[in-house]
């Protein structure tokens, strides 16, 4: 069931997060800016933490978590060992909610927004592991670019 293989890649991404979280050099780097570099390294693990707390906890698994998106970005400093923290609880989150998903389920409706096109859940969810790999490449990038001095 294609479950099975979602719960695989996000639980391989979001250990990657974890490692690339943890290969920083200098925990404050994590929060630098460097040549045209829009989102740091922390915020964007803030990001992934959030997004997919919001669109996966709560949208599919009703944990109940109300997402502060404009904080994903703007929280500054904070510690390595609580981002590390954030990626193992959404691990749980990620995996004990797909796991209750039917093919049934998969084939609902999902829609984000009000007036936005409708796609399946099944598609969103493949669009939400991109999105963690799409950030998760940009984090990596980030980290060897500050870290190379």
């Keep these: ?5 979602l719960i ?9 997060l974890k ?11 994590l929060w630098k800016l460097d040549q045209g570099i829009s989102n740091c390294a922390g915020n964007l693990c803030l990001h ?5 707390n919001a669109f996966i906890g709560a949208g ?25 923290s954030q ?21 609902k409706e999902y829609k984000r927004r009000v007036f936005e096109d409708t ?6 969810l493949v669009h939400l592991v991109a999105h963690l790999t799409y ?4 984090i990596n990038y980030h980290r060897r670019l500050l870290d190379r001095s």
């Design 135 to 138: 950030h998760l490449g940009q």
């Design 48 to 52: 992934i933490v959030g997004n997919l």
């Design 8 to 16: 695989k890649l996000f639980s391989r991404d979001l250990k990657k």
């Design 1 to 5: 069931m294609l479950t099975d293989t």
């Design 87 to 107: 990626i193992d609880d959404v691990i749980v989150v990620v995996e004990s909610t797909l796991k209750r998903l039917t093919n049934e389920d998969l084939q």
């Design 119 to 124: 796609m399946t859940t099944e598609f969103f």
């Design 60 to 84: 599919l698994g009703d944990s109940g978590y109300v997402r502060q998106r404009d904080l994903e970005f703007s929280l500054k400093n904070v510690p390595r060992t609580k981002l590390l």
């Design 19 to 29: 490692t690339e979280v943890e290969l920083y050099k200098y925990e404050e780097n």
